[in-house]
């Protein structure tokens, strides 16, 4: 079972502190409980004079439940709560958006965020993404850039360097509740003269120009795109898809 949403926490923690609520034995009790008769993401949250409890099944439904939570110790007048039996279930599964920081990895500037040193992802901005409800970015990737197989071994010869960048994405953006998906228009078309085509023209089709589309119906196309995609998912294992 995953941890608990240590970065909901502070968040909570952050708002009690702005409203000079101080967290003590004794005092004002908030309760967290796993239920398991809750689906994914799903919380249900009672708030009284008494206490304030919130219940869910997993780390993302308290996650979600924290979030809702502190709107309604927003909404109330000093160190309080607004009283109510709240119950919330996603109604969209997967929540993924584009980060608003990333570069794009396409003409004039081909930036490849993997190959640099510079963070996209700050805390804030994911901390944001996730009260807003984003459970997913993508980001841009080639087969050429990640994937050496047995048909094409010239391909990513900087890929380890790449993975590593990416588990880092992966696991910083998890921290928030928000998973990474790679977003890839492949298989890419084989330049005409491919060394690729050369060993392999059974995964050639149609050519338009100085290209040639990629055929996926040979033995030998459809097992270079198992390994192609195997490789990506066992070296960034944390990927959302």
Not at 81 to 110: A, D, L, Q
Request: aromatic share 12%.
């Amino acid at each position: 079972r995953e941890k608990l949403p240590e970065t909901a926490f502070d968040s909570l923690r952050k708002l009690l502190s702005t409203k000079n609520i101080q967290e003590k034995k004794g005092a004002y009790p908030l309760e967290f409980r796993l239920d398991e008769t809750l689906s994914c993401e799903e919380y249900a949250v009672t708030a009284d004079a008494a206490r304030t409890m919130v219940r869910a099944a997993d780390a993302d439904g308290l996650r979600r439940a924290v979030y809702f939570l502190e709107d309604r110790i927003r909404e109330a007048e000093g160190p309080a709560v607004m009283e109510g039996n709240w119950k919330r279930r996603p109604f969209v599964k997967h929540r993924i958006s584009r980060c608003f920081f990333g570069p794009t990895y396409r003409p004039p500037f081909f930036i490849d965020e993997l190959t640099n040193d510079v963070d996209y992802y700050p805390d804030t901005y994911l901390n944001k993404l996730a009260h807003e409800g984003v459970n997913g970015l993508w980001l841009t990737i080639t087969f050429k850039d990640l994937c050496k197989t047995s048909f094409t071994p010239e391909y990513a010869p900087d890929a380890d360097r790449r993975f590593a960048k990416l588990r880092r994405t992966i696991d910083k953006c998890r921290r928030y509740g928000i998973k990474i998906y790679v977003f890839c228009i492949e298989p890419a078309a084989f330049d005409a003269d491919s060394p690729v085509l050369k060993r392999h023209p059974e995964m050639g089709g149609i050519r338009h120009g100085e290209k040639v589309c990629f055929c996926p119906f040979s033995d030998a196309s459809k097992q270079y795109l198992r390994e192609a995609v195997g490789r990506i998912f066992k070296n960034a294992p944390g990927l959302g898809g």
